[in-house]
């Protein structure tokens, strides 16, 4: 069966089936990256282009050899290094790109709806590599898989997502899948670090790490976005660090089986504290590789693949 | 220790009877009511030998008071005040309990001065002193202090007074922050623009003084703001010493629609006027000033209906020297701790304000509000007492005040009513000889 939607916007528009689906196409695209020559010719002749408006390592790095490894043609532009520099504005931007013929557009950009904007006006496909602090889709699939990966299943898992949510694009995007796939979700913040409204999500809320961590399979530390903290919402680091830090301490309190994810890049010393990352129970790695499949499926039935295939 | 035959007034439990009350260590054992023979006796009967029995006939047994507002001066400014004197005031007062605010020198914006403010107290000896950590670092109103590791190291809420915070964005983060700690916020609610250069109440006695004003909306513009953020994040606020009559009026109707918000005022603003400024009375200059009799009725008529919380003194000791200044140069500030219990008395018999109100306004609501234990004479409770003479009559002088600084708005006036024996943890800690 052909995959019915030529882009990617958000995880809230989608429903379990679909997500389940790109799960399982994970699988068969993982493989590829293990092999003496990675490379399959199913997007030979596509062209996609990636749009990095904002710094990115892993997810820029990740599309890049998922398409690469697809045999699509690959070309990425920055802010710095672009027109952008010279006050063009997005949308003038995609009107040039268009004019090129691409097959997928991928957008990363500072502010939140740009996707779902470019979505409306191109025929191409477009993917979300995170807009502002409204969705990272892929990020919240690679971590789905990963936690799948590791659990074989989804439904009924306590997952804590702690940290900055409100500024948190990951954190949304993992609520709404997390949500739809049956997990239990519990957000961990100081007041001033959660969504005007956030009872309203249908998840649990504490402002406590220690009597949460040990009921959790899956804590899931997220960065300190210094970058979009303007005005006063934290004291210090090291109090930061010692009320929602992941400690060697809290590491210990974890029950048996449970596992740490970070999105990355992460803060040293903030919301990871000396070797909580390197633990044996960090799955962080097994995110990243994931994240290159996740991407693969994503890229493949994006641009008119089948989702029975194998 | 038995306290024998007081006329005991438990605010928690709103009664008021003749009884008996046994203390063990440092709880209450007992409350015995007079006529309750078989429970009186049988524990009489099992009194120890050497146990002290005060004889409390004719006095008022009272939870130790809980004074939510004081200003202890250490570290930093111990010319003015100490912990130790402040905590020998306050017995003398009939206080057993004390929130001191966090404008001392350094400011108690970190661990290390709340301890040492829990250490001083711990060596004086005298009475429960909670430390008020500061909102901001530094009290400058940029960065917000290290809340959670000071609650860890004692602090029982947060606030800017002195120094209040002007930006309503950081207002807000500062509520949203400390509630993640489980800490009250204590707003000292003043436009800073508003009040500018001014030190005492604007009106037709500023002019004709030739003293530069403070508006009643240098106060209600922020009791507005202080609880539309509060509204609006859900999250409780308590708005500090309310001086006007439109202050009172913007909590009524944010009570009425469910706002937590509480709040509190001090005796000086409940029984004295901008009047007293008269001859440059530098003892009636304080933060918010005396305002007008139409503004103190309308604070006596809040506090009656319950619209006012509790009472606080806003302890502020200057030295004699600071005091001595210009009226336009002195501090604002003035000391309360032992005439707090008189200006009870005084409400209760000049405005008829039931005694049970007044009690509880100083012992079981300010307890409620910091979320620690007091305020009541029941089974268990902490034998913090105090054993009042209602009828008492002295005059405030200087050799009758314990603090380090004499400068109280009551000075010379006749108080009603004064504290006997304080008693705190089961110990007598401030007997009056007198």
Known sequence: MKWPYKDLIGIQGMDAGEIETILEMTTSFKEISKRDIKKVPVLRGKTVVLLFYEPSTRTRLSFE???????????????????????????????????????????????????????????????????????????????????????????????????DIVHSRVARSNVYGLKKMGAKVTLVAPGTLLPYGVQGWGVRVSHELDPVIPQMDVVMMLRVQKERILGPFLSTDREYA????????RVGMMGPGAVIMHPGPMNRGVEIVHEGADFSRSIILDQVENGLAVRMALLYLSLGGETDVD | ?????????????????????????????????????????????????????????????????????????????????????????AVAGGITAVACMANTSPVNDDPAITRFILDKADQAGLIRVFPVGAVTKGLEGKDLAEMGRMRQAGIVAVSDDGMPVQDAVMLRRALEYASTFGLMLISHAQDMGLS???????????????LEGIPWAAE????????????????????????????????????????????????HHLLLTEAMVKGYNTNAKMYPPLRREDDRLALIEGFRQGIIDCIVTDHAPHSYDEKALDFDLAPFGVIGLQTLLPALIRLHLDHGIDLMRLVDSVSVTPAGI??????????????????????????????????KAHNSAFLNQTMTGSALYTIVAGQVVYKNEN
């Not at chain 1, 010692?242 to 301490?249: A, E, N």
């Not at chain 2, 913007?250 to 005022?265: M, N």
């Open chain 1, 242 to 249: 010692q009320f929602y830090g992941l400690t060697k301490k």
């Open chain 1, 65 to 163: 050899l998922a398409a690469k490894r697809l045999s699509a043609d690959t070309v990425a532009l920055g802010a710095s290094g672009s027109s952008f520099e010279k006050g063009e504005t997005i949308m003038d931007a995609i009107d040039n790109v268009m004019a090129m013929n691409p097959d997928c557009i991928v957008i990363r950009y500072p502010y939140a709806g740009i996707p779902e904007k470019v979505s409306r006006t191109v025929p191409c496909s477009v993917i979300n590599a995170g807009d502002g602090y409204h969705e990272h889709p892929t990020q919240a699939l690679l971590d789905m898989y990963s936690i799948k990966e590791r659990f074989g299943y989804i439904q009924g898992l306590n997952v804590a997502i702690v940290g």
């Open chain 2, 370 to 403: 910091l979320g620690i234990e007091g305020g009541s004479l029941c089974p268990g409770a902490r034998a913090d007492i105090t054993l009042v003479d209602t009828k008492d009559k002295w005059v405030l002088k200087p050799e009758n005040i314990r603090s």
């Open chain 2, 220 to 267: 209600d513009v922020m009791v507005a703001r202080d609880i539309m953020v509060a509204e609006y994040t859900g999250l409780s606020i308590h708005i500090t010493h309310l001086s006007t009559r439109g202050s009172i009026e913007l909590v009524r109707q944010a009570k009425a629609r469910g706002v937590k918000v509480t709040c509190d005022v001090t005796p």
């Open chain 2, 196 to 210: 500018g250069k001014g030190v005492m109440n604007e009106g037709a006695l500023s002019a004709a003084l030739g």
């Open chain 2, 1 to 89: 220790m038995w306290i024998k035959g007081a006329d005991i007034l438990d605010p928690a439990v709103k009664k008021r009877f003749i009884g008996d009350i046994h203390v063990v260590q440092d709880r209450i054992k007992g409350v015995y009511p007079l006529g309750d023979h078989s429970r009186d006796e049988k524990a009489w009967a099992e009194k120890v030998p050497g146990e002290e029995v005060i004889d409390a006939q004719g006095l008022l047994a009272m939870p130790g008071m809980i004074d939510m507002h004081v200003h202890f001066r250490e570290p930093g400014f111990e010319y003015k005040e100490d912990i130790l004197s402040g905590s020998m005031a």
